[in-house]
């Protein structure tokens, strides 16, 4: 833990648990095999489609796989609270950057759910150390524990404003609607549409925050 940091300093358990029942590939794993039964599809045909889906995920998968193993390097190295205690120094400002953090890992990872893997612990600390910095002043409506749902929820509404830009939205947009070869000009068409909305989270976030009655809407 960061001299700065407030917290238990305690040793991270290295663990990987596979939730494989709610993991969201078992749902589809099943429509696959019950599609095969009602389709009536033969041996051949199943194994056809299983290969052109390996093709078209060649690249996506070893992305995904990547980026989530790099939250777990994060966390377990420290850079997240190091991270953390860092960002924390844009004080009472930070509510509107962590809309824009978790816009920013949805463009990279693709998925809320990867950008909340891979900012969700950095979000948690980083409202830790603003609410200890700032709970008495500008966060005086909130606790830290609300503080910290503002934040974390934060990383998933802003991350939301970032799919329509994430290179994988892209490129099923053009396969589905027959563009390929197109996603620069589509890229470019959103990305201030994309912007503007992480900007207005960021803003709803800030309000939530600071202004009463709008700190009202955060659970307790």
């Not at 991270?12 to 009536?40: D, H, N, Q, Y």
């Not at 995904?64 to 120094?89: N, P, Q």
């Not at 893997?117 to 409506?141: M, P, Y």
């Not at 509404?157 to 027959?178: E, L, P, R």
Request: net charge neutral; with cysteine.
């Amino acid at each position: 833990v960061p001299p700065d940091a407030v917290g238990d300093e305690r040793k991270e358990a290295a663990l990987f648990k596979i939730t494989w029942l709610t993991a969201p590939g078992t749902p589809v794993f099943c429509a696959a095999l019950l599609s095969m039964v009602l389709l009536r599809l033969s041996p051949a045909q199943v194994l056809a489609v299983f290969r052109k889906t390996i093709y078209q995920m060649r690249i996506p998968i070893p992305t995904i796989a990547c980026m989530l193993g790099l939250s777990y390097v994060t966390k377990y190295a420290g850079m997240d609270a190091t991270l953390g205690v860092a960002f924390a120094e844009t004080g009472v400002l930070y509510p509107f950057f962590a809309a824009m953090l978790g816009w920013l890992g949805v463009f990279l990872t693709g998925t809320d759910a990867g950008s909340n893997a891979l900012f969700g612990s950095l979000q948690k600390i980083t409202a830790t150390e603003v609410w200890n910095t700032h709970g008495s002043t500008a966060l005086r409506h909130l606790s830290l524990e609300q503080a910290q749902i503002l934040i974390c929820t934060a990383n998933s509404t802003g991350g939301v404003m970032g799919k329509m830009i994430d290179a994988q939205s892209i490129c099923v947009a053009t396969a589905g609607t027959n563009q390929v070869g197109r996603e620069a000009d589509i890229f470019k068409a959103v990305i201030w549409h994309s912007v503007l909305l992480a900007c207005v989270v960021g803003l709803m976030t800030a309000a939530q925050a600071f202004l009463w009655p709008f700190t009202q809407m955060v659970p307790k």
